[in-house]
């Protein structure tokens, strides 16, 4: 497995904007789909973004135009930048690394993101 380390949540307000980071151990870092999930309370955990180890990317419904996941290879570290935050972006949000999205092997620890005013 992938060790994954997330940083860069915090609380916000609406309409503003954070960057998520997430640092992974694996030496083949590159080789993998990286993503971000979150989870609300109470709701289920969703996927909100993946990138693939060539850049193709994919967001949920509900982040596209304001979402932005990217990648550095060399840094072994995938990024979210979340701008335009809504109240209904609070959530723990988790890094994730496997050989596909939507059944991710490695888990980060989670990093809470709040917005409110």
């Known amino acids: 497995q992938v060790q994954l380390v997330e940083s860069g949540g915090g609380l916000v307000q609406p309409g503003g904007s954070l960057r998520l980071s997430c640092a992974a151990s694996?030496?083949?870092?590159?080789?993998?789909?990286m993503g971000w999930y979150r989870q609300a309370p109470g709701k289920q955990r969703e996927l909100v973004a993946g990138i693939t180890s060539g850049g193709g990317t994919r967001y949920a419904d509900s982040v596209k135009g304001r979402f932005t996941i990217s990648r550095d290879n060399a840094k072994k570290t995938v990024y979210l930048q979340m701008n335009s935050l809504t109240f209904e972006d609070t959530a723990v949000y988790y890094c994730?690394?496997?050989?596909?999205?939507?059944?991710?092997?490695?888990w980060g620890q989670g990093t809470q993101v709040t917005v409110s005013s």
């Open positions: 694996e030496t083949g870092f590159s080789i993998y789909v």
């Open positions: 994730v690394a496997g050989l596909s999205i939507m059944r991710p092997g490695s």
